[in-house]
């Protein structure tokens, strides 16, 4: 009998966690929707600005599209794969740099430490990381990259005639989003050196020179770099992982990395956002 109650405590114990997770998951999400929502309205006040930055980054884009025409008119091979195939990884890369530049909370988030303005923050509910890094996006930015984006690579998807099923297109979806989870940690990782250096001229100059990396196709480079920037610092993951599976390029391995290692990124970056609020000095102190 002691035994029968004792799981009926156990059973009621763990329905109440799993409800306090569903309702703080729930609370996240309404959140990311709310800043959604006032950071477009927000943009949308200033309309001129709003759309000079989509001119500017559209323009930008024209400039991409221009290179990856000459590519793809060349007719050769890149690092075996054929123009088509190219097509997929480079639009996976102005995709996921719409993404980062989405991530406008955490582009903000240095000036916030060296300011001392993280205290309005640090007494409202919830994560601290959570309302930083997610309370403001930049659309003008996000828009022109993502959507060229996406236009490329269903441009490449159709060159190639690729399946559109659960298993090819589905799997590119999911390591898509693998990719989209890492870019923000790997965006997050270099803006948390705020907390310990004041110039960041120098973080910005290499975290971009990495995330350039991504512009082809990895199988252009040697093989070290390869093996870097797929397991030292794993950037590649962001953009190749996708386009490798929808080919059937992606071992076993491979695949069980490209979901490991954005867990791991995220973990250090969550470790490393801790132990830099241990030394904010707010603008009060």
Known sequence: MDGGLQKIHCYRRVNMQTAKQRSRLAWYLRMTYEFVRISLKNQLEYRLNFIAGILV?????????????VVVNAGKDVGGLT????????????FMTGIAMLLAGIFFMPNKVLRGELDLLMVKPGSLQFL???GSFDFAMALPNCSCGIAVMV????????????????????????GMFMTYGFTLIPQILAFWVSSFSGVYAVFWALWDYNNMPMAIYPK???EIGSFLIPVFLITNWAGLFALGRLSPGMMAWGIIAPVIIFIVAHVMWRFGIRRYTSANG
């Not at 123009?83 to 102005?94: A, E, L, S």
């Not at 399946?163 to 390591?175: E, H």
Request: glycine share 10%; with cysteine.
């Open 57 to 69: 980054e559209s323009a930008y884009m024209c400039i991409k599209m221009t290179y990856l025409i």
């Open 83 to 94: 123009p088509d195939m190219v097509k997929i990884f480079i639009g996976t890369y102005m």
């Open 132 to 134: 930083q890094t997610m």
């Open 155 to 178: 441009w490449g998807w159709r060159s190639l005639a690729l399946p559109v099923n659960w298993q090819t297109f589905g799997g590119f979806l999911f390591f898509l989003g693998c």
């Open 224 to 226: 070290l770099i390869r």
